[in-house]
């Protein structure tokens, strides 16, 4: 994972130490603003802006490739008490296009930590406000729906010396494209494919499968999940081609999490079709869930703000078992619940589905199950980090999948033979 | 999974009197659980001895006994009852305790009843240490090193393995109850001592120390699908070493990273599982190495706790409620979350605000008591506060303490030099003021490593702390109180006054408040109220529950309904606990259908915090410039009829008058009328107006006028501080030189603090009185006498303290008709609008009038339960312009006929006060005296009911401790005046087939009487020539039954200290009167008879309305 790409729009001047100035400025798309402090760099960030409800977890967030392109707001007041350290990042480098705080931390404390979360956000260039009511914004958002945004900070607030009006902030924000249509793939997944080796108990010995990992913006959590379970894992850039991904003989195919428009998605649509086709068992998670509903003839949509946070109910409608899920998803797939259906793509080539796990706020499709090909995924994240590992069982599915050689996941690795390892990291 | 068509009816425990470890926190749980079964179409049998709470109101539960918890009683009812289960996860370590005693005497077995919640099993693996110990390796998580032991030696023999310091814990114990821990082998012994005595199993843990780790907890619910949440993160700013129920503490943890917290949770919910509590709740608590982050598991609670009850107030999610629905066979998607309405329960709460709890203490009863804070809870109470940061909850928390002293302050110079490293070195040992210390020795100059260094308080923390006083300094040295100085102030949690005090504004403290908040005013600089939601404003919340934050939007809803708002008690405190919260909780029961009720409080143990309550919540400290943005924000939804706040006790009539001034309409009672009953010389005309005797009394603001009125008033005298509850720092003095040493420590007291000397009250003192309590409701116009009660004990000992009976059962008719006529003069001549309470003293056929307080008294649910009509209720009402004659006609009172007309076959209640002195210890590990005076220093009470006086007796005895027994030997010891009086029971006792031990005095007196004793040895004799035991010594080996010790008037003398402290250690019956004795002679003779009958309230009830 070597990716580096410049984030959009964003223009820091602040270096570590140099203070430009204190002020900030969050504008809305619809023209609601509020005042704060700058946090992080100084400059200019305009894109989606979305909340996040986890109370602990920012370090993870802020390097969640999904989070690409989206100004992101902590409900949390505190954020930065645990500073930053080098095993958290879920990837190399901060994503978020912009970071919303209330209260950042003065200090840091924790055995872990190794430096300041305010200097990393300088040291990487994230504009970031804090001191706001970030209640208040999460409340507009929730009623107003997800939008464009802009923080402006430092020289950014001044146009010739003098203030700059709210209409030119305003217009600057219109000006970003939107989410929708979106694809935002190829910007996070990595440009060289990489292999990890099986972890923990099953470190130097032969893997017991071999999975092919496509990079749509993966956390490294995931990769390790699989790992620990004794998979080797390709991880391959999403431009891959099924030629690519055959050329490494997998036992199973894996698409995971990532940023943009699942609609856009036509290449890794596609991709995902020529696994199906050839019976490859398949693990999909967030946006590799999308993808499978897109494959098997489902349409996508974008939700009115999203689901970020990591205390989400989800529903195994096969076990009637509740697990607390971290999710990250602004879109979801339309399938019907409760009923067996038809793939609708392709004549029925794909058999039926169901859909098999189902968001108890709000009744939204979050895991979808083919019935007679090998192929399930889920629009949330079993990997956590940040998160409860209450959905750690379905990397096991995934490998008694490729082991049984079963038709499809049906039955296999219910979540109550959840078998969570003792030691996360 | 719908709810289980099984159980039809289901037994509740509660978990009796309020004691230190065990609080309201119980009783706000229990009538949740009440309330969901009733809900549940479930037939409701409840047990609880405490009178004084919600859940023992008869229209929350079908049969309610107030009896005393013990395996008899229990088995009693479950024969006459027959119910399908029993739920005693929600009744503390009482209930759960009791339910384990009834298992074991196969009561469950032969009625074949169900334990729902958790079962036996699942409770011994929680609470048996080794058990426990095994559960947490098979789950991955570590326990501390430890060995269970069962004898002293034992334990100094594991100290070899373990070192010093080693924590000791009792098995079975509630609140850390015998716990300690121990710096070298004489206070292992001690310690071990205690603790072998206080368990139940005679068993202790000791182990490896952890003192100094990080302590957090979690909230975990399961439901029987095994759908686990983990509702709430605690963290505990004080390290571990420090009770959880005495540390300040903080939701959701603050200083975890993900991969911490989930490593946490992970233990957690497979502690949980293999514990196997199968729907319900339950707490663990763990410790956290600062340097390594090593995890230890120190303990799990299989059960609703303390804990949980702040944890629902905290995130909104009611977990007793939960549990109860749980039990019953639902699982948690199917119980819908009340705060949103369209989410489900089998979720977890994200706050987006930040939640502190403070203790409170009440060491200044308890004089001699060690105040080092050890794994021994010794707090009495608690206030919690929201903000939406760290700073602006604690200074909220704080203020919500309602105590001098425990706020921060910047007032004379920091201190610095030697004086600093004083300070560094006091801020090592945990005490109640270690967080104001702290916050000085910060401001002195220490840096975050020195004081970290000392109390291992988290540097986060310590940090905050910084930042307050960075905050002060910019107020204290800014040029003029600009808007964005007031605003970083307010956002950092700074009061009004402590502004006042920085910028040195005014010249009273409320005076610089005033203007501090116009200024604020006048800059906008106002405080909104947000919405605890339990999630973090990512869906909508139904539920109007809001606290204050200084930030930019507020969620106050509009409303039409005209609102009343009522002022609650704040934290607990003795003297003033859940008898005033059970009269604002039915203010708000009583008001709920003509007008909006909103309730004020920071109390998170209560029902009336429960959002359930009244219609709109504001968690928010009882303090002027708190109550007064409450009213403004509620005056901007819509129309407010008035303020009740003679209801809540002390605290918020001390808030009467200035919110009177401020424009507040106060109901009921007016400020001018609390104060002509407060004051004295206001009070003295009243009273001379109505002809009404008082003592004799003077008022003396310096020492020489005090020694001239005592002279005048002769001695003995009763002195005490104006204006106060809970007869704190009142005492009876003897002579001159002990009245000069009391106003002499006043007056140093005052030279500390700074302030001025209240007076100080000296009445005459009247031996040998009966004393009367009286509650009444007077509307202008009628009155209606609510109760009158006789104290068993004399005068001079505080009615919280001591034990009364109602109907009185030596009073004649025409004694109660004086009493009738007294109390209404007052009230009219007081100008009550509500409640009155009175306490009179009855000496030598004269009715002297002691006080009256013009408010809900402490005993308003007690005499309301007694008498089947809820006197708060029918307050509240007149409070809003009900007439007693409307309420007679509405049936909230009865027809005709009050509590001083109660029928001669009317059941006869017993009011028994319940103390805390087996949780105080002096620093030499010595139990403190327990001798009662005119200070209060119980935390809560019993309610004996039958049908006569002994048997009611024998029943508060029963409730509020192990009981009164029927055989064995009983020690005499009385002050000379006593002598005489003691004959006559001691004689019965005699024929009852007890021993009577005396000390030589007492033994003669006996003998001449004809009753025959054996003489022991006096503490202060020592052991005798042949190893003959002392008194002390036979009382602590358990060969005593009973103690009768009267105290001599000239103060406790060192023997009785010694055998008074040596009963309490040994849990057994004390009498220190002669009254008491009497009671307590008629209530053996009941015992020795028949067991106890059970009765609900419900069937009393039923007696009374037959024609």
Not at chain 1, 179 to 190: H, K
Not at chain 2, 183 to 195: A, W
Not at chain 2, 415 to 438: D, F, K, M, N, Y
Request: hydrophobic share 40%; aromatic share 6%; glycine share 10%.
């Amino acid at each position: 994972m070597t990716t580096q790409l410049h984030a959009p729009q964003l223009h820091a001047t602040k270096t570590p130490g140099e203070v430009v100035s204190d002020a900030a400025l969050l504008v809305l798309e619809d023209g609601r603003t509020f005042s704060g402090r700058a946090y992080g760099a100084t400059g200019t960030t305009t894109a989606e802006i979305v909340f996040n409800t986890g109370m602990s977890g920012y370090q993870e967030t802020l390097t969640d490739p999904s989070y690409h392109r989206q100004i992101v707001v902590m409900t949390a007041p505190h954020i930065g008490n645990t500073g930053v350290n080098h095993d958290d990042p879920e990837s190399v480098k901060i994503w978020v296009a912009g970071f919303v705080v209330r209260d950042p931390a003065r200090r840091a404390s924790n055995w872990r930590s190794e430096g300041s979360l305010d200097d990393e956000l300088v040291g990487q260039g994230i504009v970031g406000i804090s001191e706001i009511d970030t209640r208040a914004l999460t409340r507009h958002l929730r009623e107003a729906g997800v939008m464009r945004a802009g923080i402006f900070s430092g020289e950014a607030l001044l146009a010739g010396g003098y203030p700059r009006p709210i209409d030119s902030f305003v217009a600057e924000v219109r000006a970003t494209p939107s989410m929708a249509g979106l694809n935002l793939v190829a910007e996070v997944s990595t440009k060289t494919a990489y292999v990890v080796e099986p972890l923990g108990a099953f470190a130097g010995k032969a893997p017991l499968k071999t999975v092919v990992a496509v990079d749509l913006g993966i956390k490294s959590m995931t990769p390790q999940r699989l790992a620990e379970r004794g998979m080797r894992v390709h991880v391959i850039p999403s431009a891959s081609t099924i030629e690519d991904i055959l050329a490494l003989s997998p036992d199973g195919v894996f698409f995971s999490n990532g940023p943009g428009d699942p609609s856009a998605a036509t290449h890794e649509v596609a991709l995902l079709r020529e696994v199906l086709d050839r019976g490859l068992p398949y693990f999909g998670i967030c946006f590799g869930n999308q993808i499978l509903g897109r494959a098997l003839g489902f349409g996508t949509y974008k939700l009115a703000y999203g689901h970020r946070g990591i205390n989400q109910p989800v529903m195994d409608l096969a076990t009637r078992k509740v697990e607390i899920t971290s999710q990250n998803h602004g879109f979801a797939v339309d399938a019907p619940i409760g009923e067996e259906a038809p793939a609708p793509y392709g004549e029925g080539r794909y058999g039926r589905v169901i859909v098999s796990h189902v968001g108890l706020n709000d009744n939204v499709v979050e895991g979808l199950e083919c019935l007679d090909i090998p192929a399930f995924s889920v629009q949330y994240h079993p990997e956590a980090a940040a998160g409860p590992h209450d959905a750690a069982y379905l990397f096991d599915r995934f490998l008694d999948l490729m082991t049984s050689g079963a038709p499809s996941a049906a039955g296999l690795s219910a979540a109550t033979a959840t078998t969570t390892p003792a030691k996360e990291n | 999974m719908p709810r289980r068509t099984d159980i039809n009816s289901v037994l509740v425990i509660g978990s009796g009197p309020i004691v230190i470890g065990q609080a309201c926190e119980f009783d706000y749980s229990g009538t949740q659980a009440c309330r969901v079964l009733k809900e549940e179409g479930i037939r409701v049998i409840l047990l609880n001895s405490n009178p004084a709470t919600i859940m023992t109101d008869p229209e929350f539960a079908d049969a309610t006994y107030i009896e005393p918890i013990t395996t008899d009683v229990l088995t009693s009812i479950i024969a006459k009852e027959r119910p399908d289960a029993v739920l005693a996860t929600l009744g503390g370590q009482t209930a759960l305790n009791a339910a384990i005693a009834l298992d074991e005497a196969g009561v469950l077995a032969k009625y074949n009843v169900e334990l729902i919640g958790a079962n036996i099993a699942a409770i011994q693996k929680g609470e048996d240490r080794l058990k426990f110990k095994d559960v947490v390796t098979k789950c991955g998580g570590e326990s501390a090193r430890s060995v269970i032991i069962h004898a002293i030696d034992e334990a100094v023999a594991a100290a070899e393995d373990l070192g010093y310091p080693m924590v000791v814990r009792p098995s079975f114990t509630m609140g850390g109850l015998g716990s300690g821990i121990a710096y070298d082998e004489v206070q292992l012994r001690r310690i071990v001592g205690q603790g072998l005595h206080y368990s139940p199993t005679t068993e202790v843990l000791l182990e490896e120390s952890i003192l100094g780790w990080k302590e957090y907890e979690l909230e975990l619910m399961r439901d029987k699908a095994d759908n686990v949440v983990v509702i709430c993160s605690i963290e505990n700013v004080d390290p571990v070493g420090v009770h959880t129920g005495d540390s300040v503490t903080v939701a959701p943890a603050l200083t975890l990273t993900d991969r911490e917290y989930q490593n946490l949770r992970d233990i957690g919910i497979a502690i949980i599982r293999e514990v196997g509590v199968d729907t319900g709740g339950c707490n663990i608590q763990y410790a956290v190495h600062p340097e390594t982050g090593r995890v230890v598991v120190i303990e799990m609670n299989p059960r609703v706790s303390r804990s949980s009850a702040l944890a629902s107030k905290a995130t909104g999610f009611p977990i007793a409620k939960i549990a109860a629905k749980l039990a019953v066979g639902y699982t948690l998607d199917e119980i819908p979350n009340d705060i949103t309405g369209s989410t489900p329960a089998s979720f977890e709460p994200s706050l987006d605000y930040v939640v502190v709890k403070v203790p409170r203490f009440a060491f200044e009863k308890f004089p001699a008591a060690d105040d080092t804070l050890t794994t021994t809870m010794k707090s009495v109470g608690e206030a919690m506060s929201m903000g939406r940061n760290f700073t602006e909850a604690l200074g909220k928390a704080l203020r919500s303490l309602d105590k001098s002293g425990a706020t921060f302050h910047w007032d004379g110079e920091a201190p610095s030099g030697a004086a600093l490293e004083a300070l560094l070195v006091t801020i090592a040992r945990p005490t109640e003021s270690r967080l104001v210390q702290t916050q000085q020795a910060l401001r002195g100059g220490a840096s975050i490593e020195q004081v970290f260094d000392a109390t291992k308080i988290d540097p986060w923390y310590l940090d905050q702390i910084q930042l307050i006083n960075e905050v002060a300094a910019e107020v204290a040295a800014a040029d003029a109180l600009t808007k964005d100085v007031l605003t970083r102030a307010k956002r950092h949690g700074l009061s009004d006054a402590q502004i006042a005090s920085l910028r040195g504004i005014g010249g009273t403290r409320a005076a610089g408040e005033s203007t501090v908040r116009e200024v604020r005013r006048a800059l906008g600089v106002r405080p909104v109220f947000k919405t605890v939601d339990t999630c973090a404003a990512e869906f909508k919340a139904e539920t109007p529950y809001y606290y204050s934050t200084y930030d930019l939007e507020t969620e106050v809803r509009p409303r039409e309904r005209e609102a009343v708002l009522i002022l609650g008690s704040g934290p607990n405190r003795i003297g003033q606990g859940i008898e005033f919260d059970y009269s604002c909780v039915h203010a708000a029961l009583a008001l709920k259908g003509d007008y909006e009720t909103v309730m004020i409080n920071c109390n998170p143990e209560t029902v009336s915090t429960d959002y359930d309550t009244a219609d709109r919540l504001y968690f928010e400290p009882l303090t002027f410039e708190d109550v007064l943005e409450v009213y403004e924000a509620e005056l901007a939804a819509g129309p407010v009829k008035g303020i009740i706040v003679q209801l809540g006790g002390q605290t918020p009539l001390s808030l009467a008058q200035r919110l009177a001034d401020a424009g507040l309409p106060i109901l009921g009672t007016s400020p001018e009328a609390i104060d002509a009953a407060e004051d004295r010389a206001a009070f003295g005309r009243v009273l001379a107006e109505a002809g009404l005797p008082a003592p004799a009394f003077g008022t003396a603001t310096t020492l020489v006028a005090a020694v001239e009125i005592a002279a005048g008033i002769g001695y003995p005298v009763l002195v005490r501080p104006s204006y106060v509850l809970g007869g704190r720092g009142m005492e009876i003095v003897y002579s001159e030189e002990q009245l000069t040493g009391y106003v002499e420590r006043a007056l140093g007291e005052v030279a500390r603090s700074g302030g001025h000397l209240a007076p100080i009250l000296i009445d005459r003192f009247l031996d040998d009185a009966m004393e009367i309590d009286v509650d009444a409701l007077y509307d202008g116009e009628e009155m209606f006498l609510g109760g009158v009660m006789e104290h068993i004990e004399e005068a001079g000992i505080h009615s919280g303290d001591s034990a009364c009976v109602l109907p009185p059962v030596s009073l004649s008719e025409a004694e109660i008709a004086r009493i009738r006529r007294s109390t209404e003069a007052i009230a009219k001549g007081v100008g009550v609008r509500g409640l009155l309470n009175v306490q009179y003293a009855l000496v030598s056929d004269v009715l002297y009038v002691l006080e009256a307080n013009p408010r809900a008294s402490r005993t308003v649910p007690f005499v309301s339960k007694a008498t089947g009509v809820s006197l708060a209720k029918a307050a509240a009402l007149v409070m809003v312009g009900h007439t007693i004659a409307d309420l007679r006609a509405s049936g909230v009172l009865p027809l005709t006929g009050d509590g001083g007309t109660l029928d001669l076959d009317a059941p006869i209640a017993v009011k028994e006060a319940v103390l805390p002195f087996k949780r105080f210890r002096t620093t030499e590990g010595v139990a403190v005296d327990t001798v009662l005076g005119p200070e209060m220093r119980s935390t809560g009470e019993v309610m004996g009911f039958d049908e006569d006086f002994p048997t009611a007796f024998a029943k508060s005895q029963a409730a509020a401790f192990g009981g009164l027994p029927t055989s064995g030997s009983v020690f005499i010891s009385v002050a000379d005046r006593d002598k005489r009086a003691i004959v006559f029971p001691v004689k019965r006792l005699t024929e009852l087939g007890f021993e009577i031990l005396a000390t030589a005095g007492t033994a003669n007196v006996l003998r001449r009487n004809g009753i025959p004793s054996t003489v022991v040895r006096k503490n202060s004799e020592g052991r005798g020539p042949g190893g003959e035991p002392t008194i002390v010594d036979l009382i602590t080996d358990g060969k005593v039954d009973m103690v009768v010790n009267t105290p001599s008037g000239q103060g406790a003398r060192a023997d009785g200290y010694e055998i008074r402290a040596a009963t309490t250690a040994a849990d057994k019956p004390i009498v220190t009167t002669v009254a008491q004795l009497a009671a307590a002679v008629q209530g053996i003779e009941v015992i020795r008879d028949r067991p106890f009958t059970v009765r609900s309230l419900q069937e009393y009830v039923k007696v009374e309305v037959r024609p």
